[in-house]
């Protein structure tokens, strides 16, 4: 089994309220642990694995704890489909 360490030096989020903000890195938390737990692509993880920056695209920020969850689980998602080596 490979260990995978992921380090997020800086998360900007837009002017939300603590409650939101929470859910979303709540969501973004679950998201990115599932897609980096994800048995399938394990193998292909296990060598060194460097993105400075990947670019995704736009999605859209609704007020509330339960959008700020939502985004932040597509967000991590999305983050997941585009670390695949």
């Known amino acids: ?3 995978i360490r992921l380090q997020i ?3 900007v989020l837009p002017e939300m309220a603590s409650g939101d903000r929470k859910a979303l890195v709540e969501g973004l938390r679950a998201a990115l642990t ?3 737990s ?3 692509t394990r193998a292909a993880w296990a060598r060194p694995h460097r993105t400075p920056v990947l670019r995704l695209a736009g999605i859209a920020l609704e007020p509330g704890p339960a959008a ?3 985004f932040g689980a597509t967000l991590g998602h999305s983050i997941g489909k585009g670390l695949q080596p």
Do not use: Y
Request: zero cysteines.
């Open 38 to 40: 994800d048995p399938a």
């Open 9 to 11: 030096d800086r998360l």
């Open 34 to 36: 599932r897609a980096l």
């Open 1 to 3: 089994m490979s260990r």
């Open 68 to 70: 700020g969850k939502k």
